[in-house]
């Protein structure tokens, strides 16, 4: 082998991301000059300023490691992480992780009965809260004691839990590597069909397979040295490990931490630090779409937007693309599960998305599978034979990064592993191209259509909707729900652009704080249809949800 081919080889293998409980000690001896910018202080350090370097956040996760041995946590232990959404909670991961114990990372914004369920399900050794957790697990009538032996609030101490300053000082105990296929950490899903999944995912996985392939500096998508990543996803969910993994391996110049996503708070943020490259939700993105059109447009700057969690409507992404003032920006976007990671991706361009208001799939056709990594089957949902090419059926997905079990709910988890493909619980079909084209989730499915077909083109063609959701039952008329900006919807536009979509009812018209939501910010499909079509079957089993 030439000198010049071995370079190229060691350019196509980079090394191997750290381990998530030592990365920040391996990042601050690599003298990575990467600076974090925060929306606002950490909750576990409020007041260490909103500016870290590396090698501070590296003392911050062994400090962290020491409060949680002082507070009795062993290697092996779960440790559950439930408070106000902030980047510090990868911190508590990493500080787990460090010591061998197991983070389990939860939405604070989850109802008290899911959250009780789930906790239920975990048996922690401890349970990292805030008062506001406290409270409302007790005004549900259980005390925090009931789930774990130690609680530690962070903010204010509560009667019968640790504080802070009942755990600070100690020294961080020794490192400890567990087997790559132990339990690393536990994530859940979104629950838009009842309570969450505790999703388990181990070192192989989440870090050797997920992280590993984004730690490669793939053209266009790749965070750059000179980038100004700024982020907004809900950090407790199943992207933020190797999102924080990979990102802060490739070491760009800033990295901008979004905690809220309220937009008055971010704009003020992306201000002071324009992005280059920007990861939010969709609900995330919709939130943020009067900032995107406004004077002070803080997305001028941006190469490349990434959404992730959900189906995103072409308007959004439209409108971010011509917010941007560089010439060639591309929106990636990425579909996948908790479960299983990212499956296929799609770069959107301003062209593609040029044709307006048609029953075409643009943001629905999700693009391939991910080259080497994912294989996709549909599959007929009754014989699970597969079908051909353009017919509709459960979608079936390989990666060897599918998660190892669900916390509690083994029998759940092994109906949706058939040997080495998973069980989606999706409905869509495969391109002759091979691309994948998501219809609905099996639950939410209606015959002879596509519930996310009509909201793309209901949103697409009326820009005073936000967000549209339509909802099927047996017997009963579609029935769409839209979210405006003032609760309001102009009868005439309406009619306008339904009048050669399937027989619809009378939209129901929403702010967007009355829609029932996931930490995402994902519509609580089945909450929202208890809301509205109470004792209204489903077309979809759900057996796969």
């Given at each position: 082998m030439t000198t010049r081919e071995s370079r190229a080889t060691k350019q196509r293998k980079p090394a191997k991301p750290p381990e998530l409980g030592?990365?920040?000690?391996?990042?601050?001896?690599?003298?990575?000059?990467?600076?974090?910018?925060?929306?606002?202080?950490?909750?576990?350090?409020?007041?260490?300023?909103?500016?870290?370097?590396?090698?501070?956040?590296?003392?911050?996760?062994?400090?962290?490691?020491?409060?949680?041995?002082?507070?009795?946590?062993?290697?092996?232990?779960?440790?559950?992480?439930?408070?106000?959404?902030?980047?510090?909670?990868?911190?508590?991961?990493?500080?787990?992780?460090?010591?061998?114990?197991?983070?389990?990372?939860?939405?604070?914004d989850l109802p008290a009965t899911a959250l009780q369920t789930l906790l239920k399900r975990l048996e922690p050794a401890l349970l990292i809260t805030d008062s506001r957790t406290v409270e409302a697990v007790r005004d549900a009538g259980t005390e925090p004691a009931v789930f774990a032996p130690r609680t530690l609030t962070l903010d204010r101490k509560a009667v019968g839990t640790l504080g802070l300053d009942d755990v600070r000082g100690h020294e961080p105990p020794p490192v400890l590597r567990r087997h790559p296929d132990d339990t690393l950490v536990v994530h859940h899903t979104s629950g838009?069909?009842?309570?969450?999944?505790?999703?388990?995912?181990?070192?192989?996985?989440?870090?050797?397979?997920?992280?590993?392939?984004?730690?490669?500096?793939?053209?266009?998508?790749?965070?750059?040295?000179?980038?100004?990543?700024?982020?907004?996803?809900?950090?407790?969910?199943?992207?933020?490990?190797?999102?924080?993994?990979?990102?802060?391996?490739?070491?760009?110049?800033?990295?901008?931490?979004?905690?809220?996503?309220?937009?008055?708070?971010?704009?003020?943020t992306l201000t002071a630090h324009p992005p280059t490259t920007v990861e939010a939700s969709p609900a995330t993105y919709v939130r943020w779409q009067g900032l995107a059109a406004g004077p002070g447009n803080p997305f001028r700057a941006v190469r490349l937007y990434i959404s992730t969690f959900d189906s995103v409507h072409p308007p959004t992404v439209r409108g971010y693309l011509g917010a941007s003032r560089r010439q060639h920006p591309v929106w990636l976007q990425g579909w996948g599960q908790t479960e299983t990671g990212p499956l296929t991706f799609r770069l959107l361009t301003r062209k593609a998305l040029a044709a307006t208001g048609r029953r075409h799939p643009t943001t629905r056709n999700l693009g391939r599978p991910v080259p080497g990594r994912t294989k996709l089957r549909v599959v007929d949902p009754e014989t699970f034979r597969p079908v051909g090419r353009g017919r509709p059926g459960i979608i079936l997905a390989r990666?060897?990064?599918?998660?190892?079990?669900?916390?509690?709910?083994?029998?759940?988890?092994?109906?949706?592993?058939?040997?080495?493909?998973?069980?989606?619980?999706?409905?869509?079909?495969?391109?002759?191209?091979?691309?994948?084209?998501?219809?609905d989730r099996e639950v939410d499915a209606v015959p002879g259509t596509s519930c996310v077909e009509l909201e793309d083109v209901i949103e697409d063609r009326l820009p005073a909707v936000l967000e549209c959701t339509v909802l099927g039952a047996p017997g009963r008329t579609l029935l769409p729900v839209v979210v405006t900006a003032d609760g309001w919807l102009d009868a005439d536009a309406w009619r306008a652009a339904v009048r050669d979509l399937p027989l619809l009812a009378e939209p129901i018209v929403r702010g967007w704080a009355e829609i029932p939501r996931t930490g995402t910010g994902k519509v609580r499909r089945l909450e929202l249809r208890a809301q509205l079509l109470p004792d209204a079957a489903t077309f979809g089993t759900g057996h796969w949800t």
């Open positions: 030592t990365l920040f000690d391996l990042l601050a001896d690599r003298g990575s000059p990467t600076t974090v910018h925060l929306s606002r202080p950490f909750d576990i350090c409020p007041d260490g300023g909103v500016t870290f370097g590396i090698d501070r956040l590296a003392r911050l996760v062994r400090e962290a490691a020491g409060w949680l041995a002082a507070a009795g946590t062993r290697p092996g232990d779960r440790v559950a992480v439930v408070k106000a959404n902030h980047w510090d909670v990868v911190l508590l991961a990493c500080a787990a992780a460090r010591m061998g114990a197991v983070p389990a990372l939860i939405s604070d838009t069909t009842g309570v969450p999944k505790l999703v388990e995912h181990t070192t192989r996985t989440i870090i050797h397979r997920l992280a590993h392939f984004e730690c490669q500096r793939t053209p266009i998508v790749a965070s750059r040295r000179d980038d100004t990543v700024a982020v907004a996803d809900p950090f407790v969910h199943g992207r933020a490990v190797p999102w924080t993994t990979s990102v802060f391996h490739l070491a760009p110049r800033k990295v901008v931490i979004l905690a809220d996503t309220d937009p008055a708070a971010v704009a003020r990666t060897k990064a599918r998660c190892t079990g669900y916390v509690g709910e083994e029998d759940r988890w092994s109906r949706k592993a058939l040997g080495p493909w998973w069980n989606t619980g999706d409905i869509g079909f495969l391109t002759r191209s091979g691309s994948l084209v998501l219809l």
